[in-house]
């Protein structure tokens, strides 16, 4: 079957920096996609991995490795608005995403 | 980036009414249409696949005859939840993708059945 795991929930100080991972096993790859959500809000892009190695935007960077079937988000200078929940998401051979159950963050003075 | 309007945000209904919900891609033409769902702390699940001009592909368990999905067109799909009940209280949010590799959220539907 498919399966997507993170974790359900990490802690994190403001300032400081956090990684975030997946690991998947799906039927096909078609690329990795990483999401922010906020509470009672829909989902917002963050990060799209096709190719292995690490994709830097701003304070967010992501990571894949196809062959490990592994990838993180990793956040650094973390902000209080940055509480949320983070999903990894893969788009199978059908080009459909599946999706991991999604990361709480919790962002602490 | 492209948008993906959904409407309407927030919605009550009584039980046994239907509940229409339109989701558009505004500034592109989308090849799929989704259809989410999502319980309080729970991921999205999917409910369903919508290609424009022919029926919706439903995922196992999804009510085909009770969510109704009619994608008329390449920037327009609808979901509409018929005789609804408050089991179906719910956060619903529809996505698009622009050729296959972008997906684009809806701002998401919060039904509430009372």
């Known amino acids: 079957?498919?399966?997507?795991?993170?974790?359900?929930?990490?802690?994190?100080?403001?300032?400081?920096?956090?990684?975030?991972?997946c690991t998947y096993q799906t039927s096909g790859f078609n690329g990795l996609f990483w999401y922010q959500q906020h509470a009672g809000e829909a989902p917002t892009f963050l990060s799209y991995n096709v190719l292995d190695g690490l994709e830097?935007?701003?304070?967010?960077?992501?990571?894949?490795?196809?062959?490990k079937g592994y990838s993180y988000?990793?956040?650094?200078?973390?902000?209080m608005k940055d509480s949320a929940s983070y999903l990894c998401a893969v788009m199978d051979s059908n080009y459909q995403l599946i999706w991991g159950a999604g990361t709480k963050l919790i962002i602490k003075p | 980036g492209a948008v993906v309007s959904q409407?309407?945000?927030?919605?009550i209904c009584k039980s046994g009414t239907s509940v229409k919900i339109e989701c558009r891609s505004l500034d592109f033409q989308a090849t799929t249409m989704f259809w989410y769902r999502q319980f309080p702390k729970q991921s999205l699940m999917l409910m369903a696949t919508s290609n424009e001009g022919s029926k919706a592909t439903y995922e196992q368990g999804v009510e085909k005859d009770k969510f109704l999905i009619n994608h008329a067109s390449l920037t327009l799909s609808t979901l509409t939840v018929t005789s609804a009940?408050?089991?179906?209280?719910?956060?619903?949010?529809?996505?698009?993708t622009r050729g296959h590799t972008e997906a684009f959220f809806g701002q998401g539907t919060r039904l509430t059945v009372v």
């Not at chain 1, 079957?1 to 991972?21: F, K, S």
């Not at chain 1, 988000?73 to 902000?79: A, F, I, P, S, T």
């Open chain 1, 1 to 21: 079957g498919q399966n997507i795991d993170q974790p359900t929930e990490m802690t994190a100080t403001e300032g400081a920096i956090v990684q975030i991972n």
């Open chain 1, 56 to 67: 830097e935007k701003g304070r967010f960077s992501s990571f894949l490795s196809r062959s």
């Open chain 1, 73 to 79: 988000l990793l956040l650094k200078e973390l902000q």
């Open chain 2, 7 to 11: 409407h309407p945000s927030r919605v």
């Open chain 2, 85 to 96: 009940h408050p089991e179906d209280s719910s956060f619903y949010i529809c996505s698009a």
